[in-house]
């Protein structure tokens, strides 16, 4: 039997090296793998390349290792909520790749598929494709490092011609991830918004570690209620269902008390 279960967070982060590349789940503060994070802000892991939809909030999420300067570089579709990341961003001491969502997803996506890279609509005719997005600032203004033009060409799928441009897939060194519920073997289910991010960015990591708030032995989760088959996972900590979330925005519907 494949027993893939350690016994804490720290224990299994311990081997995450300084320099490393890491896929983040989360959408919003939606399912982001808080032990995890912690654990790795605990041990100082630092110089780190994160690939994840947002960097958290300023004391929640990614944003506790932003907040130590452990993060050299983000690669993100959303970047609001965090005045550290502005700040860093705009002071040249963080680097940033900005990606469409989409694109973003499918990056990950392939990479855990085995595809380099694909050909996609989405960024033709802006900076996206035609580079000169900042990277990185000078501190005083000005863009240090701009993005580099792609590959666009032409493509006529249904017999429609159109642009495209060429987006490589991303493969990180490690996975860090929350699921709702996970068999011993690795098999995952998600809940709601969770979902989102959490398991495009299980399929890109070398090494995926997973936080669970319950554990089942195998064979307890039907086939076909898994959003994620256990052969992308490698590690699963238990953390439990009290394990602490937060609401980005809290909202009420108007008229409510």
């Given amino acids: 039997m494949i027993d893939k279960t350690y016994g804490s967070a720290a224990e299994a982060v311990a081997d995450i090296p300084d320099g490393a590349t890491l896929a983040v789940g989360g959408f919003g503060l939606s399912g982001n793998p808080m032990s995890l994070i ?62 469409p969502q989409g694109t973003l997803a499918e990056k990950l996506r392939a990479g855990g598929s085995g595809i380099a890279a694909f050909f996609t609509q989405t960024g033709v005719g802006t900076q996206v494709a035609e580079g000169g997005l900042p990277r990185t600032y000078d501190g005083s203004g000005g863009v240090a490092v701009a993005s580099p033009a792609k590959d666009v060409r032409t493509f006529a799928p249904g017999g429609v011609a159109g642009d495209y441009v060429l987006e490589e897939s991303i493969v990180a060194d490690f996975a860090l991830v929350h699921a709702k519920k996970a068999d011993r073997h690795g098999n995952l289910v998600f809940n709601k918004a969770a979902r989102n991010f959490n398991p495009l960015a299980a399929m890109a990591g070398r090494t995926c570690i997973v936080q669970v708030e319950e554990l089942v032995d195998a064979g307890e989760i039907d086939p076909d209620d898994v959003h994620l088959p256990g052969v992308y996972v490698h590690r699963i900590v238990l953390v439990g269902p009290d394990v602490e979330k937060r609401i980005e925005r809290r909202t009420v519907s108007e008229g409510s008390n």
């Fill in 38 to 99: 912690e654990a790795l802000h605990a041990q100082g892991t630092s110089d780190l390349s994160i690939v994840s939809n947002n960097c958290g909030v300023d004391d929640w999420g990614l944003g506790i290792l932003l907040g130590d300067r452990r993060i050299r570089k983000m690669t993100s579709s959303y970047v609001g909520e965090n005045k550290e990341f502005e700040r860093q961003f705009l002071s040249g001491e963080l680097e940033l790749e900005l990606t």
